[in-house]
């Protein structure tokens, strides 16, 4: 499938509940020099990606979560190439191995292969994510932060609710034309999905507020059946903790409080 001049996408043999079918590796360049989102340190996807780019000069990252980053050491100890994204988070479930040799700043712009990418902000999902823009063509490499056919879990206390929402609603600034994402196909109508993304936070947290206002005071496994009935079971244990990113955002916005375990409503 066309994805954008000098972009091949290597999937890594990593299919999971948590990662769809895998993730998505983006190869940068015609012959590709630049690798973005490496994946998990798996030896075949390893060799997969030195054999379509023994040449490798950067490696890109969106974030440090293990299923993205990993491969970037080995690869580096191999080639040389030099690694551009934000450091790991402390919260035990990053990549800690990842040491950048280029921290971007906001809106900074590298070039890789022939291609211009800017560093687009985008904490929420993991506080250093940073979605990955094509200058002149518009294709954005979102990682986790806009997921096909899912929407992306934000895990506390490193994720974050509403800078997820803030860091949506400034994407749409951009000039986008279309999005690929750390796992799932190609996403055609880049503010549609974004828009639909934006509606169904909204709509969850309503659901939250009218569960929490119904009980006065819960506490989040109270709260978890009602919020999210319309979610399989053997999804809520991922659930519970975008439930709680919900929680933390209403507290900021001064809709709930909390006591110990406990959620209480509050008029807004
Ligand atoms: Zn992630």
């Known amino acids: 499938m066309f994805i954008a001049p000098g972009v091949q996408r290597l999937l890594a043999p990593n299919a999971s509940m948590m990662t769809g079918p895998g993730t998505n590796t983006w190869l940068l360049g015609d012959p590709p020099v630049a690798v973005l989102d490496p994946g998990p340190d798996i ?43 934000r450091p790991a988070p402390r919260d035990g479930l990053q990549d800690e191995r ?40 518009g294709l954005l490499f979102s990682g986790d932060h806009i997921l096909e056919g899912v929407t992306p879990v934000i895990l506390v206390p490193d994720g974050d609710l509403s800078a997820y929402l803030e860091a949506l609603e400034r994407l749409k600034t951009y000039p986008l034309r279309a999005i690929a994402p750390g796992h799932g196909r190609l996403i055609i109508e880049p503010l549609r999905e974004i828009d639909g993304v934006i509606a169904h936070r909204l709509r969850r947290e309503a659901k939250v507020i009218a569960a929490l206002a119904a009980r006065g005071t819960a506490t989040l496994d109270e709260l978890l059946g009602p919020v999210y009935a319309d979610v399989p079971l053997n999804r809520h244990g991922l659930a519970r903790m975008t439930l709680e990113a919900h929680l933390i955002k209403l507290e900021r916005d001064g809709r709930a409080t909390r006591s110990g375990t406990g959620w209480h409503a509050r008029e807004g």
């Open 43 to 85: 030896p075949s996807h390893v060799e997969a990606i030195l054999a379509a780019a023994p040449s490798l000069e950067s490696i890109f990252v969106t974030h440090t979560h293990r299923d993205h980053s990993p491969a970037a050491t080995p690869l580096k100890a191999r080639t040389g190439a030099r690694l551009i994204g």
């Open 98 to 137: 990842f040491v950048p040799d280029a921290v971007p700043a906001r809106d900074e712009i590298f070039t890789a292969g022939g291609l211009r990418l800017r560093a687009i902000d985008t904490p929420g999902h993991a506080s250093n994510h940073v979605c990955w823009l094509i200058e002149g063509d």
